[in-house]
């Protein structure tokens, strides 16, 4: 007679506990501590700092809503509207969640995001900038201001410029009025020491560049094609082919391939932080940009720096401007704790967060003062970057197929920025592939 | 002719070269890992990290790298343990069991085998999110829980190559299928089984695409997701970058020294078939 | 009334449920709905559309996914014949088996078992024009990864250098198959050990080669965490291997409809060519040395 079990049963005894375990395990890993009784709402959005003003902001929130829990998702910007649509389209996203300019359409067309309804307090351009079909699409979190300039003291000084003289500076294709081109080639030093502006300059081995001319869209080229009378979108198509547009580009390639004042294209193409390093490190002594990298290079800078306008081009002075809305998922389970939630990030008190520390500038206009005295205590003159706001703008491009498009320009203007194709034959090709993409 | 000494020499120089390609690269992203950010920043790369420091790793362990690890695993043990407990069910029934229609499944196991990982992504992440599954444990584990059709033919060829008269004994002596398994066909089949939990550990442990398109947010990442993600978010920032790549790589290196002289061996049984 | 073969039926059935559950699911199920897929417009976020051969028409027509399959079948042709000379050439060292070999077998092995993505990653960064280690030692930027005529074969480098030890292995265990009877007999009639290496090993090796090839193929047609990490789809579409550009047409221009034909198109490639191949060396491995 059997006593003991007969050992195959044993093993499929051994085998169902593991399994048994390790199910218990994911089970366990699934659930995240889910507080009893509590309401979570998710929050994603991609920038760090805006992150932790968010979770100071939800401490106080839950203190008035006891019953709503609000979680924050960072998703690294990179990725971030790839992993969005897929998981919008599959009813995993967060209840909230951040959306930009160039983004937005194709939600909104398809239902993925709430109607909001425009509060009187909340910055017009941004209202404007993400209403489609009469519609506001999400509740406005924060507005870029315009671009600047960021400088190194340091660099600057041992090249004898003085930060006024790049506060006024001209780009042209005219050299005989373009003042930006030789200021940038006087901080431009080479391992041996001599500027780009001297014989003798080894433009192969560069170890302080001047500045950050790079395919990057809100810090270069929309700016530069502004301030040259270009245009890049018209509604939802692209139409980055005019003259002008040219102009603007071939002045950024060249002070990329011929000046040699800007890491070449290989280092910048596939990485929209190597210039803000290179700055950071001291190794770069302009830096265009807006706000959004304003929190950290307060932060992450050692050595003395300023902010100073942008240059002026042969349209003026035009600069981009850009707005971030917090947009609610239709698809939410709960949908009265979304729309409190909501409620709260357009207000000023929630919204105040965002300038606390710098952060960003909050939207709601009331708040807004909250960024300037943070910035003011800290002897920071933010002033370039709205100054330039009272000139004419460029609008960011944006419109459904957005994304498809842009993915579509990315291998032609790769290609221009390295110097291997030429301007203007690259963007007719890239304005044609873009648009069909779009529409597809 | 050479002497045997010259051609020995020869060889173990030739051996050396492909050793030092082989390994350099993995030491160099060491050092790298152990140096701190400003120190890379503004020296030169390749110095030697003066102190090492483990700083990068610490701040991994903020990136979420610790919870990516414990999915990894966890992901990995469970799908290793579905798939080789179901194939092995079904290639003792294909290898010794007679019923009808039983050569016509199998050819179509055998089909499946041409089916590209990659042309089943994009209607698998359909039909998940379909389901709901999306962004869940499951849909990660689902898909290759249920037993592999390469696992399945390397297993029935060996199964049918056990002596009948093992299994008749067997048999013979009351034991039901499961007995016959366990104790007849398992212990048997060591070699097979050793390769078989080996390629499934590391494909699974390096599986990048379909976690990618299926997951999002913190959650549910694995290793190669964080890895990928922290390169795209802290681009360039290398030290922290290498870092990661070593937190996604030792481990494996790890259970390779232990089980290497096995391992090596099983792959060869395997090739030989 | 369960008679054995009832009996038996209900038994394997019962066994192969799980797998045949599995396989399909999760494999002849999809398989369906791509061919479905293929025929409709999807963009993730709205309702899926019926185009009919709108898709096929627009990808067999569409310059980048021709650049596509020309780049993954240069990868191929780079890729499969070097890992199986450099794999030939490691394993006629190893074996040779001098002492010490075991380490070096072992060591060889070890890129074969990393994340394709990790090494990818690490890759990057040796291979990066500034700070990177290459870079560092010769003193000077080289565009490894964004000049066109380099990306590619730096591509295919990568992918070698992680298989060369796995292909030896299967190499090292056809070689030390042979008997070495062969060998003495033909030492006895004067061949010296190049000309047994062409006349008696390589033969032998046929079965290795047919399978080094076969596998070989199939994985690199389907490499992609590569190209993810490394290049993103390279140069103007230099690096653009057909998986990474399934992937980008489904998640990055969200076209799912084209995407599932091109993935389509992947397979009957595959297909093609794994049958090629088995025809080809059907006829030419003959024997069993038992």
């Not at chain 1, 433009?203 to 560049?209: D, G, N, S």
């Not at chain 2, 389901?131 to 390469?150: D, H, I, K, Q």
């Not at chain 2, 922290?240 to 391992?263: K, N, S, Y």
């Not at chain 3, 024009?129 to 074969?153: F, H």
Request: charged share 15%; proline share 6%; net charge neutral.
């Amino acid at each position: 007679m059997i006593t003991r079990p007969r050992s195959s049963t044993l093993v499929l005894m051994a085998l169902l506990t593991v399994s048994a375990m390790l199910a218990g395990v994911a089970i366990l890993l699934g659930r995240s501590a889910d507080p009893a009784g509590k309401t979570i709402v998710t929050v994603r959005l991609w920038d760090e700092q805006v992150a932790a003003a968010y979770r100071e902001s939800f401490i106080e929130f839950s203190r008035e809503h006891p019953g709503i829990e609000v979680r924050t998702t960072l998703v690294s910007y990179a990725t971030y509207f790839d992993t969005l649509r897929t998981d919008v389209a599959g009813g995993g996203a967060d209840d909230i969640f951040w959306i930009n300019n160039s983004h937005f359409a194709e939600y909104a067309d398809n239902g993925r995001l709430m109607p909001i309804a425009a509060a009187p307090d909340w910055d017009p351009a941004v209202i404007g900038q993400f209403t489609r079909g009469g519609v506001l699409w999400g509740v406005p979190q924060l507005t870029d201001a315009g671009i600047a300039l960021y400088y190194n003291n340091d660099l600057l000084a041992a090249a004898g410029v003085d930060s006024a003289a790049l506060g006024e500076a001209r780009w042209d294709p005219d050299p005989s009025v373009d003042t930006l081109r030789p200021l940038l080639a006087r901080l431009t030093v080479d391992v041996n020491g001599k500027t780009a502006a001297e014989n003798g300059f080894d433009a192969r081995r560069i170890r302080q560049w001047g500045y950050n001319a790079a395919n990057d869209l809100q810090g270069i080229n929309l700016n530069f094609i502004g301030s040259a009378g270009g245009v890049f979108a018209d509604g939802d198509r692209f139409a980055f082919d005019n003259p002008q547009t040219v102009t603007a580009f071939q002045y950024v390639v060249d002070l990329i391939n011929s000046d040699n004042v800007s890491p070449p294209a290989s280092d910048t193409n596939d990485n929209g932080d190597f210039s803000r390093n290179q700055f950071l490190s001291g190794r770069m002594a302009v830096f265009q940009s807006g706000t959004y990298n304003l929190a950290q290079i307060a932060g992450q800078a050692r050595f003395g720096w300023g902010v100073a306008m942008l240059p002026t081009g042969p349209a003026g002075r035009v600069s981009v401007t850009n707005g971030i809305v917090a947009a609610g998922n239709p698809n939410t389970n709960h949908p009265d704790a979304v729309r409190t939630v909501l409620d709260w990030l357009g207000s000023t008190a929630g919204n105040e967060f965002l300038g606390r520390r710098g952060a960003a500038i909050p939207a709601v206009r009331p708040a807004q003062r909250s960024y300037f005295d943070y910035w003011s205590a800290r002897n920071v003159d933010v002033t370039p970057f709205f100054a330039v706001l009272n000139g004419p703008r460029i609008d960011a491009p944006g419109g459904a197929g957005f994304a498809a498009g842009y993915q579509a320009i990315k291998p032609f203007f790769d290609e221009m920025f390295l110097g291997r194709r030429e301007v203007a034959p690259t963007l007719v090709a890239a304005q044609q592939a873009a648009n069909t993409a779009a529409q597809r | 002719m050479t002497s045997p000494r010259r051609s020995n020499a020869l060889i173990y120089a030739g051996l050396m070269v492909a050793a030092v390609l082989t390994v350099a690269p993995f030491a160099l992203s060491l050092l790298t890992s152990v140096t701190s950010a400003q120190q890379f920043a503004t020296g030169t790369p390749l110095s030697l990290p003066s102190p090492p420091t483990l700083s990068n790793y610490t701040a991994l362990g903020d990136a979420g790298f610790g919870r990516a690890l414990m999915v990894t695993a966890l992901m990995t043990a469970i799908i290793t343990l579905g798939q080789l407990t179901f194939s092995v069910l079904a290639a003792y029934a294909f290898a010794r069991l007679e019923f009808r229609g039983r050569d016509g499944l199998f050819w179509l196991y055998v089909a499946t085998l041409m089916v590209p990982g990659t042309v089943t992504v994009v209607p698998l992440y359909l039909m998940m999110a379909e389901m709901g599954l999306r962004n869940t444990f499951w849909a990660l584990v689902l898909p290759f829980l249920f037993g592999s059709p390469y696992a399945i033919f390397l297993l029935r060829e060996y199964f049918r190559s056990i002596p009948d008269d093992l299994l008749n004994a067997a048999k013979l002596d009351g034991a039901n299928t499961l007995d016959v398994i366990v104790h007849v066909v398992l212990p048997a089949s060591k070699p097979i089984l050793a390769t078989l939990t080996l390629i499934t550990v590391v494909s699974q442990w390096n599986s990048f695409m379909w976690p990618l398109v299926i997951t999002s947010g913190e959650r549910w990442r694995v290793l190669t997701v964080a890895t990928a993600g922290l390169q795209s978010q802290y681009n360039a920032q290398w030290t922290l970058v290498m870092a990661a790549t070593t937190v996604a790589i030792v481990p494996l290196v790890l259970l390779f020294a232990i089980f290497q002289r096995h391992i090596v061996r099983s792959i060869v049984v395997t090739g030989l078939k | 009334m369960s008679t054995p073969r009832v009996r038996s039926a209900l038994l394997g059935y019962g066994l192969l449920a799980p797998s045949l559950f599995g396989v399909v699911c999760f494999l002849l199920l999809p398989m369906l709905v791509v061919v479905w897929l293929s025929m409709y417009r999807w963009d993730l976020l709205g309702p899926i559309r019926y185009v009919g051969l709108d898709n096929w028409r627009s990808v067999l027509t569409d310059p980048s996914f021709g650049n596509s399959l020309l780049v993954t079948l240069l990868f191929i042709a780079i890729v499969v014949p070097a890992q199986i000379l450099l794999g030939l050439a490691a394993a006629a060292m190893l074996a040779r088996e001098l002492p010490g070999t075991g380490v070096f077998r072992a060591l060889y092995v070890i890129p074969w078992i990393c994340s394709p993505l990790a090494v990818a990653v690490l890759w990057r960064w040796i291979l990066a024009p500034t700070d990177g280690a290459i870079s560092t030692l010769a003193g000077q930027r080289i565009e490894w990864l964004t000049d066109p005529t380099l990306a590619l074969p730096v591509v295919s480098a990568v992918t070698v250098w992680t298989n060369v030890g796995y292909v030896a292995l299967f190499f090292l265990a056809g070689i030390l198959a042979i008997p070495p009877q062969i060998h003495a007999a033909a030492r006895i009639d004067g061949a010296n050990s190049w000309q047994r290496f062409w006349r008696i090993t390589l033969p032998m090796l046929r079965p290795t080669f047919f399978f080094v090839s076969v596998t070989g193929v199939v994985s690199a047609a389907q490499v992609f965490d590569t190209v993810y990490a490394l290049t993103g789809g390279g140069p103007a579409g230099r690096t653009d291997l057909v998986a990474h550009s399934i992937y980008a047409e489904a998640f990055g221009a969200a076209a799912i409809g084209r995407a599932a034909v091109m993935a389509l198109v992947l397979f009957v490639i595959l297909v093609g060519v794994t049958i090629v191949q088995h025809l080809y060396f059907r006829r030419r491995i003959s024997y069993d040395l038992t």
